[in-house]
């Protein structure tokens, strides 16, 4: 065979395909749904740390002097109310007290009495001058000390009343125990402490805010705080503080709390403070994968096509994520399952998932 017929068949036999063979078409690795940035408006905020304390602590003591502490009726948080026992003292002694000051007052009385008759009767024989002028002023004279020495025993009587109303420590308002330090059986002096009570039972968040910042707040604006078990309470700024720490550059902003079973004075909090809206653009969190400190997306072309796409990520609201850049708006990105899919993976869409 001849050169020019041999190259005839080389190129013939090179371009004949074996019946047997098939050629191979990629097949979708996963079948997604899509979806795009859209906009939406956004609460701005501004963060902050702080102590929740008590909205007002009452100190309760007592003002007898020198009793002994006969029982205690209430204990750490204990709720009681306005006027309500709390603890009592023997009043053995107080009472005896009294019953002398009351027969005291009863003497006092009776001597007033007769001086006043004595006086009358000599106010009536004053014009017949039966009674000189000195008699006469000396029954006078006699009624007005008895008087004023019945008031002075009315006087101690009221005393000794009053501290047999302090042998009973009441409850100054409503409100929570926060501490106890009574004992049974002490004998305490006046203005001894006995226990401390939250008013109310209310809590305030004092967060520790920026005096860069303080402008941008102001009484009325909603909070956000944060427990450390992980609850959330909604306070409402009270007041701001007029000073700010000249260490640490703060000032305290007092946020009041609704009252809370969980929320417990002394604990520490975050919070976030809602100073208004704007508009940003976001994806479902389903969309974005988080790996290694940063956001990625998976956009899809119009091939079907997989391409995996860095962006930068802002605030999270709900089920949705803040896209600050790296995304043009209405591009199209897997919904959800980005992370099984890779750079140029082919992927079937089967539905838009609305935002």
């Known amino acids: 065979m001849g050169l020019a017929a041999t190259l005839v068949w080389?190129?013939?036999?090179?371009?004949?395909?074996?019946?047997?063979?098939?050629?191979?078409?990629?097949?979708?690795?996963?079948?997604v749904a899509v979806t795009t940035p859209r906009p939406a408006m956004l609460p701005t905020t501004l963060s902050a740390n702080g102590d929740i304390m008590a909205w007002q602590e009452a100190s309760i003591g007592t003002e007898a002097n020198g009793l002994r502490l006969a029982s205690v009726e209430v204990n750490v948080g204990d709720v009681v109310q306005r006027g309500q026992v709390l603890a009592t003292f023997a009043s053995d002694t107080v009472n005896a007290e009294l019953a002398q000051s009351r027969a005291a007052v009863a003497e006092a009385e009776?001597?007033?009495?007769?001086?006043?008759?004595?006086?009358?009767?000599a106010r009536e024989l004053q014009a017949t001058g039966a009674m000189s002028a000195q008699q006469i002023f000396q029954y006078i004279t006699a009624e007005r000390t008895a008087q004023a020495r019945l008031e002075s025993t009315r006087a101690v009587e009221n005393t000794q009343q009053l501290r047999l109303a302090q042998t009973e420590v009441?409850?100054?308002?409503?409100?929570?125990?926060?501490?106890?330090?009574?004992?049974?059986?002490?004998?305490?002096?006046?203005?001894?402490?006995?226990?401390?009570?939250?008013?109310l039972g209310r809590l305030e968040?004092?967060?520790?805010?920026?005096?860069?910042?303080?402008?941008?707040?102001?009484?009325?604006q909603n909070a956000w705080v944060t427990l450390p078990g992980g609850g959330e309470l909604e306070g409402r700024v009270r007041t701001i503080a007029p000073i700010v720490d000249t260490a640490t550059r703060n000032g305290l902003v007092y946020v009041?709390?609704?009252?809370?079973?969980?929320?417990?004075?002394?604990?520490?909090?975050?919070g976030e403070f809602e100073l208004g809206t704007r508009q940003a653009l976001t994806l479902p969190r389903s969309a974005v994968q988080l790996r290694d400190g940063f956001g990625y997306v998976h956009r899809v072309d119009e091939d079907g096509r997989v391409a995996e796409?860095?962006?930068?990520?802002?605030q999270h609201t709900g089920d949705r994520i803040e896209i600050l850049s790296g995304l043009a708006p209405d591009t199209p990105v897997v919904a959800s399952g980005g992370a099984f899919l890779g750079n140029g993976d082919r992927v079937e869409v089967v539905a838009e998932r609305l935002p």
């Open 205 to 220: 968040w004092r967060a520790e805010v920026a005096a860069s910042d303080l402008e941008r707040l102001q009484p009325g």
């Open 110 to 121: 009776a001597a007033l009495a007769e001086a006043a008759d004595n006086a009358q009767r």
């Open 256 to 270: 009041d709390l609704p009252i809370s079973e969980t929320a417990r004075a002394g604990m520490f909090a975050r």
């Open 10 to 31: 080389i190129m013939y036999d090179a371009g004949r395909v074996p019946k047997d063979e098939t050629i191979t078409v990629a097949q979708p690795a996963l079948t």
């Open 309 to 314: 796409s860095k962006v930068a990520l802002g």
């Open 170 to 199: 009441r409850a100054p308002d409503d409100g929570v125990i926060s501490a106890r330090s009574a004992t049974v059986g002490a004998v305490l002096p006046a203005g001894q402490e006995l226990f401390r009570l939250i008013r």
